[in-house]
């Protein structure tokens, strides 16, 4: 059963105009009313509803699943290749359980090189993709593709694809003669945890996915019979800050249940210029900074929310759905994602597919600057100086999030700094989470990208750019999609990734 608790309770105001829009909506979410969100979200919405009750749906792919655990059965190397939804939520599922999966979620070939430690008989490559065409995992495709052919294994006894039906690459790998699992297709990426994408991955680490569905299940249950505990969330994250939710983990027995969270909530409501910024924060005086309202799933926050792993995943849904309504959104699109993708495209021909050399503004130690000033020291004041009173920060890393750890640091560094809230991304992932935010939410932001030079380095079969090229192509992709919208913009490159992390959060401290 989900239970709240919480300071903020005791400000909801029940009789509200937003808390009767969002009484309206429930009822119609319930029933999968397309027209919940609007008439122009109305086609969008009809083919992305099926979320509402995977509780029920999805206990057809229970024996399939049992199927496909057999056919793989002592195959331990998992990796799974996916971007957003289809990596987030398997993330929240493994670190909850306590189950070993290397998520590979990015395009840096230093985290690249984690996922090649194990043993290749061992491997189970796991592509996750509701299209196929998403640059990063097309490129991981066919990557882990020529990596088990040059160890003369059989890639179809050692890949695994979980896709729409029908989509591209459901009709590619299957001619091919690959294993395939096809997802619902009327459910969209962030809202697929209960879907093939998260139970898939969830079966092969061991874990009984009927128990998630279970769980989920309850959560309609109680839903339906009484909306309050949703429409008292949905009302406080869109009242108690105009802008910033603070999550975090912290106490709670769901590791990245706040990375998951931010996902759906930023990339569903940013848009038209509103919508809801949630942070990741490491502890609840973190989720406060900024002035942000802070939410967490241990006693300690301004709003608790306890719950079992399969009705948070429910709960938070319909609550971001509800959300939407109130915004008066489509929380089932994300047209700056898009953005970003044709972004890449474009730099990669414009280098034809050649990393080129990017003169820096100035250089700092192991530090390259890229944007207004000489030292790092006064490139991170003259940010920090760019942030309103209203605004936020944004540290955007295109680096290895196991390896470069330490710079997650940054975060609370420059937010006890600046007073602002600020959010941290390892990209290119955030491109499918935050990145639609960034682009399409309140225009208010102000943005630190890093990036590094690599230790390592991989070919793509079949393109003529390697992962190095790709990478930094997303970054400047990137950079001039924010730079077009005249956001406030530094760029640090790390020439020396460990020295130029070292050097960095020194500088910041020192601020």
């Known amino acids: ?60 792919l229970l ?20 971007m957003g939804g289809s990596s987030l939520a398997p993330e929240v599922i493994a670190q909850s359980y306590g189950k070993k999966i290397f998520i590979l979620d990015s395009t840096d070939p230093d985290y690249l090189a984690h996922a090649l430690t194990g043993s290749p008989e061992k491997l189970l490559v796991i592509v996750s993709s509701k299209s196929g065409s998403t640059i ?63 139970l898939t991955p969830a079966t092969l680490m061991g874990i009984d996915a009927s128990i998630l569905l279970d769980q989920a299940g309850d959560c309609r249950a109680q839903l339906l019979r009484d909306p309050s505990i949703a429409l008292d969330v949905a009302y406080l994250l869109l009242n108690q800050n105009d802008q910033f939710i ?18 759906l909530i930023a990339e569903s409501t940013g848009k038209d210029e509103k919508g809801r910024l949630p942070i990741a924060t490491e502890g609840f005086e973190e989720a ?11 006693p300690g926050a301004q709003l608790t929310v306890s719950a079992e792993l399969g009705e948070h995943f429910l709960f938070w849904e319909w609550v971001t759905a509800l959300m939407g309504a109130a915004l008066e959104v489509d929380p089932f699109n994300q047209p700056n994602v898009t953005e970003a993708k044709e972004a890449t495209s474009l730099v990669l021909k414009e280098w034809n597919n050649k990393l080129p050399h990017l003169p820096a503004d100035a250089e700092d130690g192991s530090v390259e600057i890229f944007g207004d000033g000489k030292s790092l020291t006064a490139a991170l004041k003259n940010l920090i100086v760019t942030c309103d009173s209203g605004g936020y920060i944004a540290i955007m890393a295109y680096l290895d999030r196991r390896d470069d750890l330490a710079l997650s640091q940054l975060r609370k560094i420059l937010s006890e700094k600046s007073g602002r809230p600020v959010s941290f991304g390892w990209g290119p992932r955030f491109l499918h989470s935050t990145g639609q935010f960034h682009k399409g939410g309140q225009q208010n932001g102000s943005f630190l990208q890093i990036t590094g030079d690599t230790k390592h380095n991989f070919e793509i079969p079949g393109k ?31 020439l020396e990734r460990s020295a130029g992390i070292a050097q960095l959060i020194s500088a910041a401290k020192a601020l």
């Not at 309206?24 to 009313?33: C, E, L």
């Not at 190095?468 to 490159?493: E, F």
Request: with cysteine.
């Open 1 to 60: 059963m989900i239970t709240i608790s919480g300071a903020s309770l005791n400000s909801i105001d029940r009789k509200s105009a937003i808390y009767a829009a969002l009484a309206a909506a429930h009822p119609r979410i319930a029933k999968k009313d397309s027209q919940t969100w609007g008439s122009a979200a109305a086609t969008e919405a009809a083919i992305r509803l099926n979320w509402v009750d995977l509780d029920e749906s999805s206990r057809d």
């Open 63 to 82: 024996p399939i699943l049992d199927a496909i655990a057999a056919k793989f059965k002592g195959q331990d190397n998992l990796v799974l290749c996916g």
């Open 136 to 198: 990063e995992t097309a490129s991981q495709r066919a990557f882990f593709e020529g990596y088990l052919k040059s160890a003369k294994l059989d890639p179809t006894n050692h890949m695994l694809f979980v896709t729409d039906p029908g989509s591209p690459l459901d009709k590619d790998v299957r001619e091919r003669g690959f294993t395939v699992i096809n997802a619902d297709p009327n459910v969209g990426g962030r809202f697929s945890a209960l879907t093939a994408f998260g």
């Open 246 to 263: 603070g999550f975090t983990d912290f106490g709670s027995k769901y590791p990245g249940l706040s990375d998951w969270i931010e996902q």
């Open 288 to 298: 406060r900074s900024g002035g942000s309202f802070s939410v967490g799933f241990a």
């Open 464 to 494: 003529d750019f390697d992962f190095a090229t790709l990478v930094m192509a997303q970054a400047i992709g990137d950079w001039r999609a924010l730079s077009a919208r005249k956001y406030p913009l530094l760029r640090l490159n790390l």
